[in-house]
């Protein structure tokens, strides 16, 4: 069974920064692109960075980018997103995603909370 | 960057109803669109993919259609579990939402 559990959220300071990562089980990780998106509460999902098999590729939201880093670990099933910078309107539930070539996004883990607030 | 306009944003329908949702991409994303449903609390669920494509275990009351710019989504016998919100997501560049449907039990 594929699952996929975030975790590394929680209350932040603007400017501080957080690490959040996702453990991923039930399919062979390090042969999936693999993808962060997050809900800001009472609104719509946007994406937010992804990352390739051997991380060779890397993609940013205009709104992370130069604040945000994605990373994997493929011999410990592992995603990561390094959060700087923090802003309230990083305010949101990050979800990590898998992407299967045929279907786009299928799988999503539960989620994590990140709150930015002084 | 591909915008994703969806329509309508809140429907409510009785048990039994047939639902409509749709979704316009402001370019060419040929068959590239995939339809979610997200309950409160709960994290996006895949149902159709591919445009037109049910995913493995979605009840066959759901189903898609459309290419290039132009989606449909429509639930044939609208049931009281599918209550939720519905996002169309182009993954033809990268990834774009639509707005989100919610919809209600009239």
């Known amino acids: 069974e594929v699952q996929l559990v975030e975790s590394g959220g929680g209350l932040v300071r603007p400017g501080g920064s957080l690490r959040l990562a996702c453990a991923a089980s039930?399919?062979?990780?390090?042969?999936?692109?693999m993808t962060w998106f997050r809900q800001a509460p009472g609104k719509g999902l946007q994406w937010v960075s992804s990352?390739?098999?051997?991380?060779?590729?890397?993609n940013y939201a205009d709104s992370v980018k130069g604040r945000f880093t994605i990373s994997r670990d493929n011999a410990i099933n592992s995603l990561y997103l390094q959060m700087n910078s923090l802003r309230a309107e990083d305010t949101a539930v990050y979800y990590c995603?898998?992407?299967?070539?045929?279907?786009?996004?299928?799988?999503w883990g539960l989620g994590t909370l990140v709150t930015v607030s002084s | 960057d591909i915008q994703m306009t969806q329509s309508p944003s809140s429907l409510s329908a009785s048990v039994g109803d047939r639902v409509t949702i749709t979704c316009q991409a402001s370019?060419?994303?040929?068959?590239?669109l995939n339809w979610f449903q997200q309950k409160p609390g709960k994290a996006p669920k895949l149902l159709i993919y591919?445009?037109?494509k049910l995913e493995t275990g979605v009840p066959s009351r759901f189903s898609g259609s459309g290419s290039g710019t132009y989606f449909t989504f429509t639930i044939t016998s609208l049931q009281p579990e599918d209550i939720a919100t519905y996002y169309c997501?182009?993954?033809?560049?990268?990834?774009?939402f639509g707005q989100g449907t919610k919809l209600e039990i009239k």
């Open positions: 995603a898998r992407r299967v070539p045929t279907k786009g996004i299928d799988y």
């Open positions: 039930g399919f062979s990780f390090n042969t999936y692109t």
């Open positions: 990352i390739s098999r051997s991380s060779s590729d890397i």
């Open positions: 370019q060419d994303i040929s068959t590239f």
């Open positions: 591919d445009a037109s």
């Open positions: 997501q182009q993954h033809y560049i990268l990834y774009n």
